[in-house]
């Protein structure tokens, strides 16, 4: 039997010689060739499923892993995760490996975002992509939402920066270190003539060749701070803001916008004409440094501080931004001891992706073990993490757009919740997602009182037939509801629900409810799933007259 390929994938194999190394005396393969190869391998999958020429409009941020070196190969594979109107969202992932050894290691990856082209280079209608795998059915479902955070970031950005500015005074930037490096003493600028070999297969100039320019430049830049062999660490998102031509003269600005002990920011503008030409602003990014010392230990830097206006800007947004990617580190690493995340609104998309995030890849597993089935209704169970995970799916006769529309309605959750006694709106963050205050019937024995839960709850409907309806839960700490004498506090990591339509059948929908109970939380489920009660059959035969009956009105 043929083993099945993603009809997109692409496979791409480099062997680093030393021609493809850095300034570094290890022979370490460059950054820049690398993102080289990672847009080539991106840019031939994205038109493998567009069937036209394809260009890079973005490149989501991406953070390095570990070094590769002279002799060993670097294994790149691509594929498109989701296509929406004339853009798609195309994964690359980056493993290195040792031939000698055998042993492969993740290097990075990233998500490329790629706009088709027709023969008239205008932007062209694209087929939708048929996700089949779990992962391809993962990353599909998460494609939508990472597309609404890269939309959200410069808000954020902006929003966050002109916070900063009002805390610290940006006129006062320049005091903060009297003794520190002026950051735009480390201005540089260098400018490349764009030739046939920069350009790809329709004469505009690569967008990794670019990539690799600003690598070089912002390189060079830090190099003059640190007096040493800087490494590069991480790429923040790049946005390419137009096409650059055969023959166009690309100018490339950099500077350190600011140090953070051990580490800089380095921004890299990169403007573009033809002769006789305006100049364009067609790109910028911000590239992450370190610089180790002899025994591979980074170096403590400089402080820098912002002196003319353009650099006390860049001091105060390289805060910013260093502020947003702890922030997604935070939430990355949420699943563990400390489960809320302290609710902020500018990082409301990053927790929004986590939650859904969360939910669609505990809906995407397989294994699960059936532990109950009766009335129509169908209980799983599936330990993953050390925490247990319970699923129940069943079907209800109305449309799935129906059934989303009275579930997303918190105010109404104790018509078919019997645990629920109280449900409260705290904060309407947008409109799909609130912070909901949740208080329910204990299930622990000789309870005193009953338990409390602070929920983001973030709702999304389908862009088509092949994306659910979601309903995700998680909680966070929310500051104007502390924890109360009154319930006992408890802490949910995951739960929800995803509607879908039954196939050939659009007037019926399946409902299935997942959710990933933390230790605190089992005596809700686990006497259940013991099989001494029926009250998961109970409560969503329950929502199911509550669903038919609201739906008849």
Known sequence: MKSYKNPTEVEMNQVVLPTHTNERKENCLSSGQLLKWMDAVACLSAEKHAGSSCVTASMDGLYFETEIYVGQVVNLSARVNRAFNTSMEVGVSVQVEDLRSGEKKSVCKACFTFVALDENNHKQQLNPIVPFTVEEKLQYALANERRRMRMQYPVDLKELSLERESTVGIEKVDDLETSAVVNSDTAFESVELVLPPHAN????????????????????????????DPLLRAVDEVTFRGPIKVGDRVILNTMVNNTFDVYMEVGCRVEAYEIGGDLRHVNSAFLIFVAPDDKGVPKTLPPLRGETEDGKRRFVEAMVRKRLRLDREQIRKSVGPAIAIPWKPRISHLLNYNNIETLVKLYELTSWEQVRSSSGVTAFKRDTDNYLCVKVVFDVQIPPDKAFELLKDESRRNQWDALTIKVEVAEVVDDGDDIIHVVLESKERDAMKPDDLVLLVSRRVPCDKRDYFTIAYRSVKYAMIPPLPEYNRKEHLCSGMLITEIEGEPRKATITYISQATRELEPYILEDIAGSTEFYVERFKKLETYLLEESTK
């Not at 967008?207 to 040493?228: K, N, Y």
């Open 201 to 228: 297969h329709h004469h505009t100039a690569f967008g990794g060749q670019v990539m690799a320019w600003m690598v070089t430049a912002c390189t060079i830049t830090a190099a003059r701070l640190c007096r040493s």
